[in-house]
Every structure is written in C-alpha cells, then in structure tokens.
C-alpha cells in the first residue's frame, strides 16, 4: 500500500474564472428548472401566508407605531409575492404554449 504526502509549497492554487470572481448573476438566466419553479412556488406561499398573518395581527393590535410597523411588513410580504407571480408569468408567457410548469 502507497501513501502520498503532499508539502504545503507543493500544493497550486486553482485558478479562479472571471465568473468566479463576480460572486453574482447580473440577470436570471432564462431557463427555469422544474426544482426552480417548485422553490418560486415555495416562496409564494411563505410571503402569502406571512401577509396573511401579518394582516391579522395588525387587526388585533391596538398600538397604533406597533401596528402601522406590521402593516408594513404586511406590504413588503405582498409585494414579494406579486414579484415572484410577475417573474413566473414572464416565464411562462416565453415558453411554448406545450409545456406548463406542473410537468
């Protein structure tokens, strides 16, 4: 049996793309996995049903800073939402009219 022992000063760093160094997407790329649509989907239902509670307990609150505070975040749960259902829609409207995202 072998064994191999590597120094320190023998080991080459890996060189790194300009993709790499960028960290991020400038644009979504224009394919859409299934996985993709699920966690869109996902997210949907986490801001809906945080609107949603955020709704009723502003309802319940009788501190007018505390309310108003959670009637924002009601908003900002809203607003996500119609910008993931704006995104899918976009999407979709660009496939073909054979392909749906339940496939």
């Known amino acids: 049996m072998e064994f191999y022992h590597l ?13 790499d160094q960028q960290g991020f997407m400038p ?3 224009r394919v859409m996995t299934v996985k993709d649509q ?3 989907t996902d997210m949907m239902s986490w801001n809906l ?8 307990f ?8 505390v309310k108003s505070a959670i009637e924002q975040a009601a908003s900002m749960h ?3 939402y119609d910008q993931l259902l704006q995104h899918l829609q976009s999407h979709l409207g660009d496939q073909p009219q ?6």
């Open 49 to 56: 049903l945080a609107a949603k509670k955020c709704s009723f």
């Open 98 to 103: 054979n392909q749906n995202m339940t496939q």
């Open 58 to 65: 502003a309802k319940q609150c009788q501190d007018q800073e």
């Open 7 to 19: 120094r320190r000063s023998q080991i080459v760093p890996q060189q790194q793309t300009p993709q």
């Open 38 to 40: 699920l966690f869109i």
């Open 27 to 29: 644009q979504p790329p």
């Open 78 to 80: 809203t607003r996500h």
